[in-house]
């Protein structure tokens, strides 16, 4: 690979990892299949580089291609055990270190079975938008335009609020 193509890959591995790592976390069962799903992510990102176009920034290209392969790991799961992982099992690399309170806890909890129960699509934009993407990226990201994102978003935040209700009074 040209070492112009090579430092690419290095900055983008350097700046991006625990973003690319922390999607890969939301796709996978267990932490083994995460690095799995990452591993996967990386090398698709090394073959694929030399035919980057540029017409994306890097890092939504290469969250495309992390998304990809995570929902093709996905339905090759789906097929073959007809499981899937419940979103509880997931641990968020950006929550605060301390344990939250037990009342926070329960809303997380709340929040995680809430996202659980929406659609695989749908899912994705929240944990993009989760992982503060602004929606012009999360389209770029999605193949959707920005006003899609936005119009997607509030609904979901809609559900999110609605499925959420009950644990709020």
Same mark, same amino acid.
């Given at each position: 690979?040209?070492?112009?193509?090579?430092t690419?890959?290095?900055?983008?591995l350097?700046?991006q990892?625990?973003? /690319?790592y %922390?999607?890969?976390?939301?796709?996978a069962?267990?932490h083994e299949?995460?690095?799995?799903? !990452?591993?996967?992510?990386?090398l698709?990102?090394?073959k694929?580089l030399?035919? !980057?176009? *540029?017409?994306?920034?890097?890092?939504?290209?290469?969250?495309?291609?992390t998304?990809n392969v995570? /929902?093709q790991?996905?339905?090759k799961? $789906?097929r073959e055990?007809?499981q899937t992982r419940?979103? +509880?099992?997931?641990? !968020?690399?950006?929550l605060?270190?301390?344990?939250?309170?037990?009342e926070?806890e329960?809303?997380l909890?709340?929040? %995680?079975?809430?996202?659980? $129960?929406l659609?695989?699509? +749908?899912?994705? /934009?929240?944990?993009?938008?989760?992982?503060?993407?602004?929606y012009?990226e999360?389209?770029?990201?999605t *193949? /959707?335009?920005?006003?899609?994102?936005?119009v997607?978003m $509030?609904?979901?935040?809609?559900?999110l !609020?609605?499925?959420?209700?009950?644990?709020l009074?």
């Amino acid at each position: 690979m040209e070492p112009p193509l090579e430092t690419l890959f290095l900055e983008l591995l350097h700046t991006q990892k625990e973003r /690319l790592y %922390r999607i890969c976390q939301a796709y996978a069962r267990n932490h083994e299949e995460a690095q799995d799903l !990452f591993q996967e992510t990386v090398l698709q990102i090394w073959k694929s580089l030399p035919t !980057f176009r *540029g017409q994306a920034q890097v890092q939504t290209w290469a969250y495309r291609i992390t998304l990809n392969v995570c /929902l093709q790991a996905r339905h090759k799961i $789906k097929r073959e055990q007809k499981q899937t992982r419940p979103l +509880d099992s997931i641990q !968020f690399a950006n929550l605060p270190a301390t344990p939250p309170e037990p009342e926070q806890e329960a809303q997380l909890q709340a929040l %995680r079975a809430c996202i659980q $129960k929406l659609p695989e699509t +749908d899912r994705s /934009l929240v944990l993009l938008y989760l992982e503060d993407l602004p929606y012009k990226e999360i389209a770029a990201v999605t *193949g /959707l335009t920005e006003n899609h994102v936005a119009v997607k978003m $509030k609904r979901i935040r809609e559900k999110l !609020f609605t499925c959420l209700q009950p644990t709020l009074c």
